[in-house]
């Protein structure tokens, strides 16, 4: 059974880290782009960043370009999110996916999970 399970989100103060895992099982990781989205209650999922298969292609949305870094470690089965200099508009519940290629819309990706909470608030 194909599974993603996100963690380490949290509350965190505005400027402050916090680095998001999603660990995956049932399916090899290293035959699939990975991607990173965000959702605020009533609107959209939007996109965050992407991996391709072998992790040396990454793209990313510009408002989070210089502050947030996606990776993968395919022999781990996880892919994580490092965020930084975190802004109160970060937050939102934060989602992985699989898909067969990188991709910036919510339609290239087949699987996902179940999310994670990031507040940034002082």
């Known amino acids: 059974q194909l599974q993603l399970v996100e963690s380490g989100g949290g509350l965190v103060q505005p400027g402050g880290t916090l680095r998001l895992s999603c660990a995956t099982s049932?399916?090899?990781?290293?035959?699939?782009?990975m991607g990173w989205f965000r959702q605020v209650s009533g609107k959209e999922r939007e996109f965050v960043a992407a991996i391709n298969r072998s992790g040396g292609s990454t793209i990313y949305t510009d408002s989070v370009k210089g502050r947030f870094t996606i990776s993968r470690d395919n022999a781990k089965n996880t892919v994580y999110l490092q965020m930084n200099s975190l802004k109160p508009e970060d937050t939102a519940v934060y989602y992985c996916?699989?898909?067969?290629?990188?991709?910036?819309?919510?339609?290239?990706?087949?699987?996902w999970g179940q999310g994670t909470q990031v507040t940034v608030s002082s």
């Open positions: 996916a699989a898909g067969g290629m990188v991709a910036r819309t919510t339609r290239g990706y087949d699987y």
């Open positions: 049932g399916f090899s990781l290293d035959q699939y782009a």
